[in-house]
Nanobody, 120 residues
Framework: QVQLVESGGGLVQPGGSLRLSCAASGSILSIDRMGWYRQALGKQRELVALRYSSGLTNYADSVKGRGTISGDNAKNTVSLQMTSLKPEDTAVYYC??????????????WGQGTQVTVSS
């Protein structure tokens, strides 16, 4: 059993900043990567940013230059710093992790989601 707990969501004004954090816990042998997805009203869930255990990162075009993902492999945590926020960033943000537990394969786990609302 693996749990992902997100924090840092809330209401922010356009042009503002926020930091989302996620911590994974449970029966974890290793984590290949952790990242963030989001789902806006009426939209499909989309990738925001990923960080692999190697340190390699990947960003959606919509957040390049405005988002910075960082993590700590030893603590099984990942954070996303977002700046210059736009109303279009409003969405439920989900933490995601590819985790190896007691099995032989890696499986995807998801947090419950945290609401980010960008509005004046």
């Amino acid at each position: 059993q693996v749990q992902l707990v997100e924090s840092g969501g809330g209401l922010v004004q356009p042009g503002g900043s926020l930091r989302l954090s996620c911590a994974a816990s449970g029966s974890i042998l290793s984590i290949d990567r952790m990242g963030w997805y989001r789902q806006a009203l009426g939209k499909q869930r989309e990738l925001v940013a990923l960080r692999y255990s190697s340190g390699l990162t990947n960003y959606a075009d919509s957040v390049k230059g405005r988002g910075t993902i960082s993590g700590d492999n030893a603590k099984n945590t990942v954070s996303l710093q977002m700046t210059s926020l736009k109303p279009e960033d409003t969405a439920v943000y989900y933490c995601n992790a590819l985790v190896k537990t007691t099995g032989r394969v890696y499986r995807d786990y998801w947090g419950q989601g945290t609401q980010v609302t960008v509005s004046s």
